[in-house]
């Protein structure tokens, strides 16, 4: 069936699978993540012969996915989401292969190449939340975006559980110790690839630049685009810092908690809350745009990030306060997360949207990495508390710009971009 000749009904039909295509690529990519990137900070200490080495695991997967986004980005423009993810989550394979190659070699360079190839499935988690708004309308855009961000949750909270289960079959098969998990990470990103090449048939992308163009061409007039390039560049800036003060904190919470005692029970439990607020309520956020508008749910998302960093700044020497600063810091992230992507979709030209949801992500990565590394000073120079309140400037941020957008006219947008 050519893409012009699909409906309204059957435009809807294909928008549905297409979100539980991607859901399903996101839960074997959060597993493969899961699986693996835990393991990079011990692989990392263990070859380096030094734990001051071990964050380079973090930050080369986080540079990886920084790296990858505008590739991804210009292959989907090119050839559309179904080529480019696959290949992603193909080149996130090869990462955790050439992992266990690293680990067999003892090479320390080759392992950073391959968790930065490996962070490239960060990316493609990335770019699968635009490719759900690809055939969204204005009123389901963030609710078919947020279904595939809470997607992730699911894999996130199996891979890590299977470290065990993966180095035993590692070790039945002669790999070096810690390298058996990587297999799994493997399988799960190969699988992903086969979803998105093979099923997600007609592809998203490529159907709605057909679909937008059979409307150019008739009498029908084209779907209105809601702004400007202003509040495209304010839908940027919230995504990247909104990234940015999550990460920044959440970075240091379990070198904070270690050194006041906490056990390892209770910071894994405290940062799994946290990934829970992060994702689980994905969903709500998503409708919630959809009613409430995108500026009214990224300001939601600062005011749940200000309580947040509050609870933190004024219990930092409590552990259920810091676990109760984390929940609310996963959930500002997800609230700013979800309706500021949808807002960088419906505030960008069609044939635009691909490039500039690359450099969002490119942005958003960066964010989180200089977040990451910025935090570390600033928590030896003012401690954890410290931390909390300088984010409050990125948080202030946010909110200056929301301001300063709301008062400027929505101006239409060319649909050719």
């Keep these: 069936m050519s893409s012009g000749a699909i409906g309204e009904p059957g435009v809807a039909a294909l928008q549905r699978r297409t979100v539980w295509l991607l859901s399903a690529g996101q839960v074997l990519g959060g597993f493969a993540v899961g699986a693996t990137l ?199 800036l919230a995504v990247a810092l909104s990234h940015a003060t999550m990460v920044s904190v959440m970075s240091m919470t379990p070198v904070h908690l270690l050194h006041h005692g906490a056990s390892l029970t209770i910071i894994g439990l405290t940062i799994s809350l946290h990934v829970a607020g992060m994702f689980a309520l994905s969903p709500v956020f998503g409708l919630l745009a959809d009613r409430l508008g995108r500026l009214p749910v990224i300001l939601l998302g600062q005011g749940l990030f200000a309580a947040a960093l509050t609870t933190i700044a004024l219990g930092a020497q409590s552990a259920s306060a810091v676990s109760v600063g984390l929940i609310l810091l996963g959930l500002g992230w997800s609230a700013s997360t979800v309706a500021g992507s949808a807002l960088v979709t419906e505030s960008t030209a069609q044939l635009r949207r691909p490039r500039v949801q690359g450099i969002t992500d490119t942005l958003m990565s960066l964010s989180g990495a200089a977040g990451g590394a910025l935090a570390g000073p600033i928590l030896a120079l003012v401690g954890f508390d410290g931390l909390a309140v300088t984010a409050t400037g990125l948080v202030l941020g946010v909110v200056a710009g929301a301001v300063v957008v709301s008062r400027r006219p929505a101006a239409p947008l060319a649909v050719s971009g």
Excluded: C, K
């Excluded at 011990?42 to 070859?47: E, N, Q």
């Excluded at 809470?150 to 299977?162: D, E, F, Q, R, S």
């Design 38 to 236: 835990s393991l990079g900070a011990l692989l990392a200490a263990d070859i380096s012969g030094s734990d001051a080495w071990s964050g380079m695991a973090a930050t080369m997967s986080t540079l990886g996915a920084a790296i990858a986004a505008i590739p991804l980005a210009r292959l989907a423009v090119r050839r559309g989401r179904r080529i480019a993810l696959s290949s992603g989550a193909l080149v996130s394979a090869l990462g955790a292969l050439l992992t266990i190659v690293a680990a067999s070699a003892r090479s320390f360079p080759l392992l950073l190449i391959a968790l930065a190839l490996i962070g490239t499935g960060t990316a493609v988690g990335l770019q699968a939340r635009f490719a759900a708004t690809d055939l969204a309308g204005d009123q389901t855009r963030g609710r078919d975006l947020s279904i595939v961000v809470w997607a992730t949750t699911l894999g996130a909270v199996i891979g890590p559980n299977l470290l065990e289960p993966g180095d035993a079959v590692g070790r039945v098969l002669g790999l070096v110790p810690l390298t058996g998990p990587f297999l799994f990470g493997i399988t799960a990103q190969v699988l992903a690839a086969a979803v998105y090449l093979l099923a997600l048939r007609p592809d998203p992308l490529l159907t709605a630049r057909a679909l937008g163009a059979t409307s150019d061409a008739g009498s029908r007039a084209a779907p209105p685009v809601h702004d400007s390039r202003a509040r495209e560049r304010f839908a940027i």
